[in-house]
């Protein structure tokens, strides 16, 4: 009895561990770039950095209205690797090094739909993060579509977590978020594309 309820504390254990490494992306820091330079997660999804060099490192977000959301500086030291930094919200998001103008990085993270194959007048949920854009104070996602590879147009301006489309014609919608912080400042990358086919 008492093996079988140990046996399964571990296979528990390794499966919470596997769900949290699968999650997370480590990027890799050499004298000359980082390694991936572009790296995607889930939503909700980590990245950690590990130093391989003999200096120590800062990683600062190109958008400094993130810096006091989700993506405060960090420095990592020489030979170490820094904490898992979790993402929350969808968009690309820019990085630099402050000891060196050649490293530039990127992370990507996809916004999620209930369904991608719908017909025309259906309603399609959309996830832009894991929790509401606000918190990161006056901060909100747009949401652009285009149809069948046509010109891009905002169809939602939001500050919450979700939003719907409404497609209302056939044919292979793309869609796409960033984060625009509404005092000022520059807006984030765009979300890698979300496809929607509506017949």
């Not at 571990?10 to 000359?32: E, F, P, R």
């Not at 958008?63 to 993506?71: K, N, V």
């Not at 652009?144 to 046509?150: E, I, W």
Request: net charge positive; aromatic share 10%.
């Amino acid at each position: 009895m008492f093996r079988r309820a140990g046996l399964g504390a571990v296979i528990l254990l390794m499966l919470a561990t596997s769900s949290v490494s699968a999650a997370a992306k480590t990027v890799s820091i050499y004298s000359t770039k980082y390694a991936p330079k572009v790296v995607s997660v889930a939503m909700g999804g980590s990245v950690q950095w590990t130093n391989t060099t003999g200096v120590s490192h800062t990683i600062v977000t190109d958008q400094y209205f993130l810096g006091s959301y989700f993506f405060p500086n960090r420095t990592i030291k020489a030979h170490t690797t820094s904490g898992l930094l979790a993402f929350p919200e969808a968009g690309s998001f820019g990085y630099h090094d402050t000891n060196s103008s050649a490293l530039h990085g990127t992370v990507k993270v996809p916004m999620t739909a209930d369904a991608t194959n719908v017909s025309v007048g259906a309603t399609v949920n959309l996830t832009l993060g894991t929790v509401p854009a606000s918190q990161g104070g006056p901060v909100y996602h747009i949401v652009q579509a285009r149809l069948n590879g046509g010109a891009w147009s905002v169809f939602a301006t939001t500050s919450a977590n979700s939003t719907g489309f409404y497609p209302k014609q056939a044919g292979t919608w793309q869609l796409r978020t960033c984060l625009h912080p509404a005092l000022g400042g520059s807006n984030t990358g765009w979300s890698p594309l979300l496809t929607v086919t509506v017949s």
